[in-house]
Each structure stands twice: as structure tokens, then as C-alpha cells.
């Protein structure tokens, strides 16, 4: 090859390559490397984690977070950024990771994780977004897009039904097919559709009984045929259980490196013929056009600004953080005033991110309390108490000493509490959500000692509120704020920045009250989600009941009005129209929340789903009319009858709130249906028989005038008759049709259908 030759497409190479570098291409070659090709030019290829920062080793490699990796910008866990509800700043945290990624030449960022927060136990809640699959896929799509315009990949994970880590490498999802299409596989959907991830990571667990990294339906049907996904499946850390079966489904790539083992069973299968060629090739291109689309980013890494990523971080945070909770106006604290104490040692050793493979080196990290002296320098006097030492399940009586008498010397506390690492991580669940027993006990006394207690929480997965919230007058959920948390705790409660967060997931009163009660983690190697649809906010509202804050809740220094709802035909079908007011005194961000439900279905619906949303930033006084587009999607279900979104025709309610909780405004709309009818079998009963457009009324004039057409439809034992298969009746003495009559009676069903 001269200089200027095209290098060879991947369709070229893969027509030079022999079976053996086939074969070995499909494996890593380390922890976190492809394997090259030397003799053609193909590079191995660096994928790291993780989600919200770059995990990258240099020295001797894990996939558990045990081992050291390069500093690099630590942005917010997802359950932060998820709070944020903010799609631009997804897309410019995602580019800050891109321009990370690529500048450390690592061609694939292992992220996003996209599950769904099923259980509030999970234990990588922290790296999931939220409860709801169009609030986490939109927000994953967004940071997908951001990393991806860097020229790195993105690896869209753990697909599917990983929502629990209680023997995450072997537990078998029952989930029936509605709710995985309605619930678990759609945020997937959403990302896959919208930004094309240029990887998608299997998941360990199984689905129904079918590994994920060997599930034809899920990789290739679903995955591929019909969401249209044109990248490569890439294994998770140790995913893969029988190597060419996962070939033959559609997973691409083993990781990290089998030693050999993968690929000597890839080629064990070729020669004996239980795997195709074509199968091979297909993986193989797969990692071929990978290789081709790192290409440019390698060749340029590029370099990125610390500063500006740090500011971005912190910004980030300011965005994520929900105030659940804020009495008489105790937040923001005045500028000038008597003495803020600061108690909890999280203040002053900021917990701002998860144990596990996402575990970041931050470039530098800031604490809440030098920040809040800074800020209130001259202006207050900051004093400070640690109160408790994190891992620590004893009291500390003189930590609690100085923590009761710094409170009852100050104005005002703001009492730092959270989950300790151990709490929360990767590889095990929770067992309750439960604020360590120290920390409760610290904080009534601190209550005690003084009326004015702010509470910022430093948690990855929900806690109980509800034993003490009523002991304080604010509570400012921080979730995990990554490297700049620290300063953006002090932005928000000095009110530089007014918080905008709104909760992606339910708090509920009770963790007992969660859906997955009874279900979860499993027994016998399967877990069973019995509550099918009733994810989240869709039990509580089902069961109507109380809960510590709602999905979608969250205050803000001012307030907002909502006015003008109207609803007019846009591009993808119907447009959601509402003016929002900022009716308070200071600048701020509103969440609109767009709510649908069904206000009659032959199926059941849940009470109302999130279907769209949109964030506006409004000056005191200031309007300005928002708009969420509703597509055909946002009104259907997953018709198992006939294996399709179907849309039911009829009316429709359109809710449009500041949370689930909170509608402000709301209409109904008449939405035309796909007119789609249960096919009919032999054996369906009457009913569905008397309902289907072609065969009903042919069946309806074989009743007609017969004693059977009045007991059909008797006002009494009607119902009863109906439910009975044609089929039965058929064959009942005196019954109009004979069995011999179906066949044709079916042809017709089929002809008109
Ligand atoms: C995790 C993945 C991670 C991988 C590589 C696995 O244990 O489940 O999320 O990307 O390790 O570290």
C-alpha cells in the first residue's frame, strides 16, 4: 500500500483475513484492549468505563474499581444527572466525556447504564437513571450523542433486565413480553433510535431463561432487526457463557480477553459445523467497522481544558440536586447573618460517587465546607462539627458533643448526611434504605438544640425520609455530586444558582411499600416481576398511595405558573402546548412534565405515564410557551395479541404537571386508533368472536332468529355464554354451527382482518 491508498474497508479485510484471525478478532485481548491484526494494519482498540468520568488504567487492570486508573473529571452519577431533567446539559457532559475519552485515545466509553430502577435496594441505582424508560432514555440519548460527536463510541449497557445485583451473573428476569417491551426494553429503544451508540453491552443476568449473551430475540431480533441498531454487541466483564452460541445470536465481542478460550470454541464450531460462516463474518465486520469508525479520533486525539471541564461538572451538580423540602423560606441562606454551623463529616469528605467499575480518579475535588467558608467569607461566620465518622456504626459521643454545641451557638445548621460507601455499590444490593442508625440519632439531637436544620443528603440510591423529616426545616437531595459537588452544594444554598432538580424516582413512605415486595431479589435463581407495569410512580398511583416525594417533584427558589394548555397537530402527531410564569421573585429553570392516560382501554393502562417533558429558564415575571411533541408511541401499548405497538382509538387525558403529583393543567384529546383486532382462533370465545369486524357479523346472522342469539345475549347469563370458545358451543346440541363450519368461518376472519 502506497501513502496515498485508501486503507482497506472493512469488507476488504474481512475477505483477507483467515479463520484463525477470525476468530480471534471476536475476543479482547486484555482487560480492556481488542485484538490488533498486525499483519492487515488493524489496531486494537482501548474501551474503558465508565459512564460519568473515564476509568482508564494504565497499570495492571479490573473491572471492580479495585485498581488505580488516570485522573479525569468525575461528572455526577446518572441519578444525579438524571435529576436534572436537562437533555442540553446530557449532551454537553457527554461531549466533555468524549473529548476526555478521545484525548486518552480509548476509542469506547463503557456507558451509558440504562436499567431501570426497579427495586430502591439495587445497588447501581447510582449509575441508572430513573423509574421511567422515556425520562432515561431521552437523557442517555442525549449523553450518547454528546460523547459520540467526539468520534468515540459510547457502550449502551446492561441489556436487559439487569435491575438487581443480587447474583447479577445468573439470576433469570421473568418478565412477561408487554412489560419488557413497555418498561425494561424501552429507554434501550429510545437510545438505539435516537443515537445509534456505536456499542450495546450485554448483560449478565438471564431474561426468561436465555442468557442475555446468547438471546437471538433480544440481540439480533429486537436489537438489531427491528430497532434498526447498526454497531457492535460487546459482552459485559465476564458475560459470556457458551462462546459460539453467543456468536450465533449476535453477540460480537467477548471482554475482557477469554485467553484464547472464546476463540478456539469459535473455530471448534465452524469446523464442525454448527456454526455458519456467515455468523462469524457478520460478527467480525461488526468489530471491523468499529475499528474503521475509532480510526480518526486515534489518529487525532486532541486535548481537553480541566478548568473548563470542572466548571461543567459543577454546573452539572447544581443541576441535579432536587430541594425536596424548604419551610418558611429557610433556603437560600442570607448573605450576611449569625453563624451557619456545618455539621457531618460528608462535608468536609465530600461522598460523591459510587464503588465499583465506574469509580473515577477525579482531577480534583471539592468540599462543601471550604466552599461555604469561601463564599460566606466575611459576611457569616462558618463554624464546623464532623458529628460522625462515616463507616462507623458507633456513636462518637465527643464527635456528637461538639456536633449538638455547634448547633445550639448558630443561627442556622446545615446538617450533611448520606450513605456511607459501603451502603451502595456495584456487585451487591441493599437491604434497606435506611440512614445509618449514628446519623439518625445525631440528628435529633442536633434538631433538639436548634429549630433551624438544613439537611443536604449525600446518597446514590433513595433514603428513607419519612422517620425525620419533620424534624427539619429543608432537605436538599445532592444525590452524588461527582468532583465539583462540593462548591455546588455552596451555590445552591447561598442561592448563587436557584436548584432546578426534579426526582427521577419515587420516595416512597415506606420502602415496603416499593412494587417489588415479595419480588425481589429472587429465589431459586429467578426473580419475578409480578408487578409487571407498575414500575415507580405507576404502583403508587395505582395503589393510590402517600408517598415521601413524588416522581417529578423538586422546588425552587421561586415559583412558577402554568396557563394556555392547547394541544395542536405538529410533525409527529400532536403537540403539547402550556405557558409557564415565573411568578416568584428570583430566576429559575421549571421541569413541564407531560403526562398521558387512557382514559378507556380493553387492556389495562397504567393511571398516566411520563411521555415527554422540557425544561425552560424564566426571569422574575418572565412567560414563555413551551412545547413537548407527543408521537403515536406516546398513546400506545405492546399488543401481545398481535405483536406490535398498537395505538386503541378513543379519548386520551393529557396532564401537564410540576410532578406526577402536581398537575397543574389538564385536557382530554380524541386520538383515531390503528383499528387492530385480537386475531380469532378456533377455540377464542364468542366474545372476541362476536367483536371481530370480518367474522362477527357473519356469526351474528347464523345466530339471528335461533334460541341461541337471545341466550348470547341474555341481560343475566349473557357474559357467561360469551366467554365460551366457538369451538364449545359448537359442538354443544342445537348450536346453529357446526365444527365443520370453523375452517370457513376462519377464512373469512383472515380474509377481512
Ligand atoms: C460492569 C460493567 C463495566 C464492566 C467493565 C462490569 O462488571 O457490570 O458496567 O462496564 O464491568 O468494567
Not at 75 to 90: H, I, M, R, Y
Not at 196 to 207: A, E, F, G, I, L
Not at 660 to 669: F, G, H, K, P, Q
Request: proline letters at 6%.
Amino acid at each position: 500500500m502506497t501513502d496515498t491508498d485508501a486503507p482497506p474497508s472493512p469488507a476488504d479485510l474481512l475477505a483477507r483475513l483467515t479463520l484463525e484471525e477470525k476468530a480471534s478478532l471476536l475476543d479482547g485481548s486484555d482487560f480492556w484492549h481488542t485484538q490488533p491484526v498486525e499483519r492487515l494494519g488493524v489496531p486494537a482498540l482501548m474501551v474503558t468505563d465508565g459512564p460519568h468520568g473515564l476509568r482508564k488504567q494504565d497499570g495492571e487492570g479490573d473491572h471492580l474499581g479495585l485498581n488505580a486508573s488516570v485522573p479525569a473529571t468525575c461528572f455526577p452519577p446518572a441519578a444525579g444527572l438524571a435529576s436534572s431533567w436537562d437533555t442540553d446539559l446530557l449532551r454537553r457532559v457527554g461531549e466533555a466525556l468524549g473529548r476526555e475519552t478521545r484525548a486518552a485515545g480509548v476509542s469506547v466509553l463503557l456507558g451509558p447504564g440504562v436499567n431501570m430502577k426497579r427495586s430502591p435496594l439495587c445497588g447501581r441505582n447510582f449509575e441508572y437513571f430513573s423509574e421511567d424508560p422515556v425520562l432515561a432514555g431521552d437523557l442517555a440519548a442525549a449523553l450518547v450523542q454528546g460523547v459520540q460527536s467526539q468520534g468515540v463510541g459510547t457502550s449502551l449497557k446492561h441489556f436487559a433486565a439487569n435491575n438487581q445485583e443480587t447474583q447479577r451473573m445468573t439470576i433469570s428476569a421473568e418478565v412477561d413480553e408487554r412489560t419488557l417491551r413497555e418498561i425494561y426494553l424501552t429507554a434501550f429503544e429510545r437510545v438505539v433510535r435516537a443515537a445509534q451508540p456505536w456499542t450495546v453491552m450485554c448483560s449478565y443476568n438471564r431474561v426468561n431463561g436465555v442468557y442475555a449473551s446468547e438471546d437471538p430475540w433480544l440481540l439480533t431480533r429486537v436489537l438489531r432487526e427491528e430497532w434498526g441498531f447498526t454497531g457492535l454487541v460487546v459482552s459485559d466483564w465476564g458475560a459470556v457463557n457458551v462462546r459460539e452460541d453467543g456468536v450465533r445470536a449476535g453477540l460480537d465481542l467477548e471482554m475482557p480477553s477469554s485467553s484464547g478460550a472464546g476463540a478456539q470454541r469459535i473455530l471448534d464450531a465452524v469446523h464442525a459445523g454448527t456454526l455458519s460462516t456467515e455468523a462469524l463474518d457478520t460478527a467480525v465486520l461488526n468489530v471491523l467497522n468499529l475499528v474503521e469508525k475509532a480510526g480518526p479520533a486515534l489518529a487525532d486525539p486532541g486535548t481537553f481544558d480541566v478548568d473548563a471541564h470542572h466548571a461543567l461538572a459543577r454546573e452539572a451538580a447544581t443541576r441535579s440536586a432536587v430541594l425536596l423540602k424548604n419551610d418558611g423560606g429557610v433556603l437560600p441562606l442570607a448573605a450576611t447573618g449569625g453563624t451557619v454551623a456545618v455539621v457531618g463529616e460528608f462535608a468536609r469528605t465530600p461522598r460523591y460517587q459510587g464503588a465499583g467499575s465506574s469509580q473515577v480518579n477525579p482531577t480534583r475535588l471539592d468540599d462543601a465546607l471550604s466552599a461555604l467558608r469561601v463564599r460566606f467569607e466575611g459576611s457569616r461566620e462558618i463554624t464546623f462539627a464532623a458529628g460522625y465518622a462515616p463507616e462507623s456504626e458507633d456513636a462518637n459521643t465527643d464527635l456528637v458533643r461538639e456536633a449538638v454545641a455547634a448547633a445550639a451557638a448558630a443561627e442556622v445548621v446545615v446538617l450533611f448526611l448520606g450513605l456511607p460507601a459501603s451502603y451502595e455499590s456495584e456487585g451487591y444490593d441493599r437491604e434497606h434504605t435506611n440512614l445509618p442508625p449514628t446519623q439518625l440519632a445525631l440528628l435529633e439531637q442536633v434538631a433538639d438544640a436548634n429549630p433551624n436544620v438544613v439537611v443536604v443528603l449525600s446518597n446514590g440510591s433513595v433514603v428513607n425520609l419519612e422517620p425525620w423529616q419533620h424534624r427539619v426545616r429543608a432537605v436538599l437531595e445532592g444525590w452524588l455530586g461527582g468532583q465539583a459537588g462540593g462548591s455546588a452544594i455552596a451555590d445552591l444554598l447561598s442561592g448563587d444558582v436557584n436548584p432546578s432538580g426534579r426526582l427521577a424516582e419515587t420516595v416512597p413512605v415506606n420502602y415496603r411499600d416499593n412494587p417489588t415486595v415479595g419480588n425481589f431479589p429472587g429465589e431459586n435463581g429467578q426473580v419475578r416481576y409480578g408487578e409487571g407495569l407498575l414500575i415507580g410512580y405507576r404502583w403508587y398511583d395505582a395503589h393510590s398511595l402517600p408517598v415521601a416525594a413524588a416522581f417529578g417533584h423538586g422546588l425552587s427558589y421561586t415559583t412558577f405558573g402554568y396557563s394556555g394548555l392547547r394541544l395542536v397537530p405538529g410533525p409527529d402527531g400532536l403537540d403539547v402546548h402550556v405557558t409557564v410564569t415565573n411568578t416568584g421573585p428570583v430566576a429559575g429553570s421549571e421541569v413541564v412534565q407531560v403526562y398521558v392516560s387512557d382514559v378507556e382501554a380493553t387492556v389495562f393502562r397504567p393511571e398516566q405515564e411520563l411521555k415527554g417533558f422540557a425544561r425552560v429558564t424564566l426571569d422574575p415575571g418572565q412567560s414563555r410557551e413551551v412545547v413537548v411533541a407527543l408521537d403515536r408511541r406516546a398513546f400506545s401499548f405492546w399488543h401481545t395479541g398481535v405483536g406490535r405497538w398498537v395505538v386503541e382509538g378513543g379519548e386520551f387525558g393529557i396532564r401537564v404537571g410540576a410532578s406526577s403529583r402536581d398537575i397543574r393543567l389538564a385536557t382530554t384529546v380524541e386520538v383515531p386508533g390503528d383499528g387492530v383486532r385480537t386475531p380469532v382462533r378456533a377455540d377464542s370465545d364468542l366474545a372476541t368472536w362476536l367483536a371481530h369486524p370480518a367474522a362477527g357479523p357473519v356469526l351474528l346472522q347464523a345466530l339471528a332468529g335461533t334460541p341461541w342469539h337471545d341466550l348470547v345475549f341474555d341481560a343475566h347469563n349473557g357474559e357467561m355464554m360469551r366467554a365460551i370458545p366457538l369451538l364449545r358451543l359448537t359442538r354443544f346440541p342445537g348450536f346453529p354451527l357446526a365444527e365443520s363450519d370453523l375452517p370457513g368461518l376462519l377464512a373469512d376472519a383472515d380474509a377481512g382482518a
